[in-house]
Every structure is written in C-alpha cells, then in structure tokens.
C-alpha cells in the first residue's frame, strides 16, 4: 500500500505563492524505493472536473506542466524525504481548487487520472482576487 499525504494548501492572494509537498509513505516502499514511481499533481475546482497539473518522473529527469501553468509552476521531488513539491507562483483566481498528489509505479510520465494507481486526499488552494 501507498498512502500520499498532501500539505501547503491554504488561503493567498492573487499574484502570491504556496508550495504544496505530497509526503509518500506505506508497505510499498519497504519493496520497492520511491524512485520508482512516477508522481503526479491533478486539481478539481468546483463543479468541474478534475485536470491534470504537472508530472514528474521516476528519476525526476523528465517533468511535465499543463499548458496553462506553464512558466508559473514547477514540480520537483526529493527521493530521500519520500516528498514531491509543486511550487506555484503567480497564482490566479481561477488556480482555486483542491490539489491532488498521485503515485504510480512506472517509468512512463502519465499526465491522465487513469495512468496513476494510488491518490491524496488533497489539499485545498484558495486565491483570492
């Protein structure tokens, strides 16, 4: 098992900052080291469907960023501390949602719900205007 556990949400104003971690931790990882996993960030504002935000994978060498957040954020992790960041800047109003971490074991680089098998409870990213 994989429990993923999302911190650094919160209220900040439009134009500000938050860096959101996703702590890894679970039975899996006593088999199989956390470098193995590609992981994940997806976002659900209200009454919308949740999207992808930015990925990144196993090695960390290869990342990926939604369109829209391109040039504001930036995921990076930390293979030592079981950790994944995604660091937002120049938030908008319309950045407002709950903010998801996810994991798979995989050498690929999802960037779609279904390309990853274990998920947060997620954390809540309010901007305000």
């Known amino acids: 098992q994989v429990q993923l556990i999302e911190s650094g949400g919160g209220l900040v104003q439009a134009g500000g900052s938050l860096r959101l971690s996703c702590a890894a931790s679970?039975?899996?990882?006593?088999?199989?080291?956390?470098?193995?996993?590609?992981m994940g960030w997806f976002r659900q504002a209200p009454a919308k469907e949740r999207e992808f935000v930015a990925a990144?994978?196993?090695?960390?060498?290869?990342?990926a960023i939604a369109d829209s957040m391109k040039g504001r954020f930036t995921i990076s992790r930390d293979d030592a501390k079981k950790m994944m960041y995604l660091q937002m800047n120049s938030l908008k109003a319309e950045d407002t949602a709950v903010y998801y971490c996810?994991?798979?074991?995989?050498?690929?680089?999802?960037?779609?719900?279904?390309?990853?098998?274990?998920w947060g409870q997620g954390t809540q990213v309010t901007v305000s205007s």
């Open positions: 996810a994991a798979v074991r995989s050498f690929r680089l999802p960037n779609t719900q279904s390309g990853y098998e274990y």
């Open positions: 679970g039975r899996s990882f006593q088999s199989y080291t956390f470098n193995t996993y590609a």
């Open positions: 990144i994978s196993w090695s960390g060498g290869s990342t």
